[in-house]
């Protein structure tokens, strides 16, 4: 199978679910989506971001982003992680995560950990997941892929900044700096001249010829 790079197809599943089973090109829909996986229930930097993910869920219904979740364990261990999660991030986690016991998702989005990375994610010769994300738009096509090792805690902040990047970018002819926030001003994409640009956007600044920076109109935002 062809390795998943930026602007692969997603692959589609049906797998079970804690909030029962689901097809996922159908889960989807005409949502973006976030995949994100853990090596097993009952860990604990998981514990931390599965809590931090359901207190951002607001965050990603705004972005008209679906988040699921996907762990090695059946769903009776999902059940009993889940109440974890909710008491020690007082949270209430709604959104689903996969039983994905016998790995075939994991190895279908080549999430899965070698001796060679992580021997302690590696149990009698059996791998476990490495924590992968997986930004999906409605085409069902990946945006953006990240591998955490086991050691650091994933950044969501950061992930909901990506996420808007991705989606400003698709409704307009821009890229973002480093460390851009929304509101602040863009770069004008390469492919637009810079007299095209003083047409589209209210101010356009020159640093170089090939960049150029942009505030865009409020209502773009």
Request: with cysteine; aromatic share 8%; proline share 7%.
């Amino acid at each position: 199978m062809a390795p998943l790079r930026l602007g692969s197809i997603a692959p589609d599943f049906t797998a079970e679910t804690t909030a029962g089973e689901i097809n996922f090109h159908e889960f989807i829909g005409d949502s973006w989506a976030v995949l994100f996986s853990h090596p097993a229930d009952f860990t604990p930097v998981c514990t931390t971001e599965l809590g931090e993910v359901a207190r951002l869920t607001p965050e990603f219904e705004k972005r008209n982003v679906k988040v699921i979740g996907l762990s090695t364990n059946d769903l009776h261990d999902h059940a009993e992680w889940v109440d974890d999660i909710n008491e020690v991030n007082n949270v209430n986690l709604k959104f689903p995560i996969i039983a994905d016991k016998d790995r075939e998702v994991a190895t279908l989005y080549d999430m899965l950990d070698s001796v060679e990375h992580d021997a302690s994610n590696v149990v009698n010769g059996i791998p476990f997941t490495v924590r992968s994300v997986f930004v999906i738009d409605p085409a069902k096509k990946i945006r953006l892929i990240l591998t955490y090792p086991a050691s650091c805690g994933r950044n969501f902040d950061e992930l909901i900044r990506s996420i808007d990047s991705l989606q400003l970018s698709d409704r307009q002819p821009i890229a973002t700096p480093a460390n851009w926030q929304p509101g602040q001003d863009v770069i004008v994409h390469v492919s637009v001249p810079t007299e095209k640009a003083k047409e589209i956007f209210p101010k356009v600044r020159e640093a170089k010829p090939y960049l150029r920076f942009a505030t865009l109109p409020e209502e773009s935002q």
